[in-house]
């Protein structure tokens, strides 16, 4: 048998996919996996003896492009450059950036000026999902020409007033999305709600941020998720329910996927570890996001969601803001500023708290972080597994590290982070995507623009 020379050679790791894990060796070449096991030797070689080898982390959840608000161009702290660096130190080769419109662009012009963005400056590959805010007579044509281009997503926000005004509209829209293959990720909570509960809290002088949650209260979510799942239903599409935080918003979702539709759950990392308990304290304002953290049974309904199945992903959100942006004084529950930089923290912690503290198997993990977002975004199996014919992306896992988290010393501009001396116990060595080490021990490397925005296939289902 004749032994090939491959670009590089992963030695002795314990590989996990989301269905199974061996200690087995993997080749390289050209950025894509061409051998499990067997002889093979490498230009270069990696010895991953004690470690994991992982499959890189999917997030398909980012914000890193500016939110376009009419005229308004409103930054986040971290944009393609920073987040995609803090992507490669946590793990993730993948990022799936929401991607805002300005007024009047077409879905498939926003989708492209993003994209140059990212193509500039991004150090992992990328896909940028469309927010579809007017949809029109041309929303068709715009989500059939998106299927056509591989840009198999687009993300509806509930939480905004106008989505009731024009709801036949985004019926309409969600109706061509399932038809064309696209995935609708949903931002449920229920803008009537939120802005009723909003006027009566300052009506009572409760302006304060500790008043958060209850300016977006967990009827708003639940009564969101029902009616896109009954919207859903409809119309036969499936939609990804992004970030959901409460025991009964996932009692709905589950009960739709029980009936047989296509109703996928994300969670984020902050609803798993922090409660709305968070909201008395004097960093309360660190914890704004949209829905707001809320009860201990929440949290102990999405870890057991996330174990079982009910609960698909787990994306970070990631829209970070500096520590003096968060803790503004000026800031009341009608100007919050919602988001946290997650990036480089989301595989480590979830890693630490569910793997080792026995709440998530290895591969519900892989599952979870990987897996299932590179399934439902149309990128399986290019991505989210390995196998031969995967690009190479990969992390070289060390379970046993222990890294204390400092905000300051991350890639994120943000300088903080909500884990801030946490000892987080497994972290990775080296990242790799495909087949390039973007990421070793400490120190990112690659430049901005190596990233490629990734041409997709349909929606597939779980
Ligand atoms: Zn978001």
Redesign the pocket.
Known sequence: MTVTELDLVVRNGLVVTGSGESVTDIGVRDGVIVQLGGSMTGAREIDATGRLVLPGGVDM?V?LSPVEVGEETMPWADDFVSGSRAAAAGGVTTIGN?GFGKPGERLVDLVQRVGADGSRDSLVDFVVHPVLMEPDEGTAADIERLAELGHTSVKIFMSIGDFDVKLPAFVNALDSAGKHGLLSMV?CEDACVIEHATAGLLAEGHKELQYYPDSHPELSERMAVNRIVAIAEATGAPIYI??LGSAAALTEARAARARGQRVYVETRPIYLYFTEERFAGEDGPLFVGNPPLRGAGDQAALWAGLAAGHVDTCCT?H?AWTLEDKLDPELTIATARPGMSELETLIPVLYSEGVRKGRLTLQRFVEVTSTNAAKLFGLFPQKGTIAVGSDADLVIWDPDAHRPIVGAEGMSRSGYSLYEGWDVVGAPAQTISRGEVVYSDGHVQGEPGRGRMLRRGPTRDL
């Open positions: 959840h914000h929401i931002h992004v970030h959100d829209a």
